[in-house]
């Protein structure tokens, strides 16, 4: 951790902000799966999808970016605790089983599934070699965060590129991506994807908090 940072007064607030906004995107998406609006039709702007994913994203960094009251609150979560919910991109192997089942395309679920196993399943080790602050761990740290990145843009590409609308320009005669714009597999593009992108990002910010305090304890302050 930043040595040089240290907790605000108003970080306890900003934490009970924090989980109600998430709440409320938790909610929405929930809302929107159910009416069926992330299905979209041909033609029409997915606007619903657009308010679920991208918006959150502007909101989070643009706060980020503004060093205040957010910022302060992202410095005090436990750098281990941002790496390791991660793990639970293992339930990914659901894609596999149900493109096995012929209900998801295999251009779709094989690279998205893979990936977000191979990055569930390194989570937990990565965040308990956190500690040791040696050069190996500064390198995973590093490539394992870019590679989630990179993960999550590819699965939400070929999700695109698979879908029924007019940008599935790899959906065929096949199954298509539909599937997962319906409950319970809809929170994952409109949810999760961006809440594990925000913290990849988060994580990616706070890198230099490894090569600061070598063989410290990168946890809350």
């Known amino acids: 951790m930043n040595a040089d940072i240290h907790p605000r007064p108003d970080t306890d607030f900003m934490r009970i902000v924090v989980i109600g906004l998430f709440v409320v995107w938790f909610a929405f998406s929930l809302q929107m799966a159910w009416q069926g609006r992330y299905a979209g039709s041909p033609g029409t702007p997915p ?12 909101i989070a960094v643009t706060a980020y970016r503004g060093r205040g009251a957010f910022w302060a609150f992202c410095q005090t979560i436990d750098l281990r605790l941002v790496v390791a919910v991660h793990a639970a991109r293992l339930m990914a192997l659901d894609f596999l089983l149900t493109a096995a089942e012929g209900h998801l395309p295999l ?47 590819l699965a939400v590409t070929l999700g695109i590129l698979n879908s029924p609308g007019p940008l599935g320009i ?12 319906e409950l319970p597999r809809s929170l994952v593009p409109t949810f999760l994807v961006p809440s594990y992108f925000l913290l990849h990002c988060l994580a990616l910010s706070r890198r230099h908090e490894l090569t600061n305090r070598p063989g410290g304890d990168p946890q809350a302050h």
């Open 107 to 153: 251009t779709f679920a094989i690279p998205a599934g893979v990936g977000d196993i191979l990055v569930g399943a390194a989570a937990i080790p990565l965040a308990l070699a956190l500690g040791n602050g040696s050069a190996a761990t500064k390198r995973w740290y590093l490539t394992w965060n870019l590679g989630g990145v990179v993960d999550l843009t």
């Open 47 to 58: 606007i619903a999808l657009g308010l679920s994913v991208v918006l959150p994203i502007i």
């Open 170 to 181: 790899l959906a065929g005669h096949g199954p298509t991506s539909l599937l997962m714009s």
